[in-house]
């Protein structure tokens, strides 16, 4: 199954990047799209929970602010979408980054103990964990590692002049929980492990509290 998730050449040299696979940018980019909004928590302090928007990607250093007609061939594995009028396909993926606002108005929102752990940890600072919940589809919620890349200041789009944080994509670390309620509050099983090559989220062995 790993194989699925980045593809190595076994002769390359020690710098050149891995490949992505382009079927689970795919699945990723249609699970956590521009535009919707999603929540957050930094080093695993699921206490610590904001809410954000993905405002762009970065595939392959190029910066794209949406995603129109997203689909992928699912033999070559080539990527293609439309943004702003502009064409793209990708035969090969070497990066894939998630971008979010650095700012949330959120922050204000946590009580004074859980602003001083977050102004502890940090929240989308450089080398920091971040695991990202999209909206629930289905009953299910995707939920996705992601390591703070680096902070710049977007020079275009919508969010032009704002600092944002670019989130490189752990993909392995996809799974999807099935959200249910247990005395008014929401619980999360697990539901599914992984991607595989059939659609994304096939059912997986029994269910682990989250």
């Known amino acids: 199954m790993l194989d699925f998730f980045k593809s190595r050449n076994r002769g390359a040299g020690k710098d050149e990047k891995p490949v992505l696979d382009g079927r689970t940018v795919c699945r990723l980019m249609r699970h956590f799209p521009v535009g919707t909004k999603i929540r957050y928590y930094p080093e695993y302090c699921k206490e610590l929970l904001l809410d954000s928007v993905v405002i762009a990607y ?10 129109v007609n997203l689909s ?37 929102k946590l009580d004074y103990a859980k602003r001083e752990e977050l102004l502890r940890i940090g ?17 299910q919620v995707p939920v996705l590692e992601t390591t ?23 993909a392995e670390s996809l799974m999807l929980f099935r959200r249910r309620h247990q005395m008014g509050e929401p619980v999360f099983t697990r539901n599914a492990i992984g991607i595989g090559k059939g659609d994304i989220g096939a059912l997986g062995g029994g269910n682990t509290r989250d």
Not at 148 to 170: N, S
């Open 148 to 170: 703070v890349e680096k902070r710049v200041i977007l020079q275009e789009g919508f969010y032009a002049g704002q600092m944002a944080a670019f989130l490189d994509v752990d």
């Open 58 to 67: 970065a595939i392959n250093d190029q910066i794209v602010y949406s995603a």
């Open 123 to 139: 929240g989308l600072v450089k080398d920091n964990t971040i695991t990202l919940m999209a909206r629930h589809q289905n009953g």
């Open 72 to 108: 992928c061939d699912e033999s070559s594995a080539t990527l293609e979408f439309d943004d702003q009028g502009q064409h793209y396909s990708f035969n090969t993926v070497t990066a894939f980054k998630i971008i979010l606002p650095v700012f949330s108005q959120s922050e204000a």
